[in-house]
C-alpha cells in the first residue's frame, strides 16, 4: 500500500463505448484545410467519414501534443506512417480503446494520391489538454517482426520542477528499487522492458522511439498503476534473483501461447498464489514472456479496482 500514496486517489472515469466511421480528408493537396461544410461530430469527436484513432503508446521523446488523437478516413489499422521519415510510428488504435477522443480542430492522418501517409498538425490553436494524467497508453506489445513483448505505462514522466503534480499523479515518483532511483528519472520514460535475450539482468526503460510495435493490446488502467506494477516487479526481476533467458525448457509451451490481451474476467480471477509467486524471490531464469505474465498478475491482482 506504501506504493500507492496519493495516487490512489486520482482514479479516473473516461467514456469509452461510442462508435466511429470513414470520410475522405478534407484536406487539400498542399496540406491545407479545404473548403467544405462542416459536419457534425460523433462520440469519438471526429465527424461521420472519419475514425478517431490514437497510438498505441505515447511518443515519450516527443511532446505530448503529438500524442493527441487523430481523425483519421481510412481507419486505424491501415495507417502507414513511416517513422524515419515522420517520426511517428504506424500502428495506431481506436482512440475509445485508450479512454479519449478527438476534439474539433483535431490532427488528421491521410494518404496522398501516390500512396504516401501524411501527419498534419491539429487546426485548433488551443493545446491539447487531456489533464494533468493523459489518459490510455497503458497496454502490452510485441515487437514488429520479433517475438519480444513489453508493458507501457502510460504519459511520460517529464521530469519537469514545473510538473511534480502531474510527475507524481503519474507514478513518476515511485521507485524502482534495483536502480535506486524515481522513475521520472527515466525522462519521457513510456515502456518497461525485460531482456531475455540480452545481457540486461534488470528492467529496462524506454521512451518508446526505438520498439516499434507490430501488435498491441490497450489495458484500461492509469498510468499510475502502470508505474506501481513496474515498481513492485523491480524487487525480484534484477541480477539478485533473475538470470536472462530465452531458452525453451526455462519459457514453457504455456507462457509461448498466453494471451496477452486484457480480459476483465480474467483479470478479475487473479489468485493470491499467483500474486506471490510472480513475487518470489528465488533465482530464476525468466524471458520476456515471464515478465509480461507477471507483470499482468500483479497489476490484476493489486490494482484491479483502478481501473479506467
Known sequence: RTLLGAGEAQLH??????KWGKRPSLRGEDGGTASAPAQPLGRDGCD??????????YFGWRPLADSEPACVPAGCAKIGLVGRETGFHSLWVPAKKA???????????????????????ATNAAPWAPGVVSPGGVGMHKLKNSMHWWPSLGA???NDDGDKDGDEQRGCFLYD???EAPMRAWKGNVDVHWHGAAHKPYLYYDQHQTYSPGKSHQWPFPAFCA????????TVYN??????STNFRDVGFRLLVESFAYSERRC??????????????VQGRKACWHFVSDFKTVLCYRFSKCRC
Open 239 to 244: 541480477p539478485d534473483y533473475k538470470t536472462p
Open 156 to 158: 511520460a514522466c517529464t
Open 268 to 281: 478479475g480471477n487473479v489468485r493470491e498464489s499467483r500474486y506471490r509467486a510472480a513475487l518470489a524471490r
Open 48 to 57: 461521420a467519414d472519419h475514425t478517431c484513432c490514437a497510438p498505441t503508446r
Open 13 to 18: 472515469q473516461f467514456p469509452w463505448p461510442w
Open 177 to 179: 528499487f534495483w536502480h
Open 99 to 121: 479512454g479519449l477522443k478527438c476534439r474539433r480542430g483535431a490532427p488528421e492522418i491521410d494518404q496522398r494520391e501516390d500512396s504516401v501517409w501524411q501527419y498534419h498538425p
Open 227 to 234: 508505474r506501481a506494477t513496474a515498481s513492485i516487479l523491480s
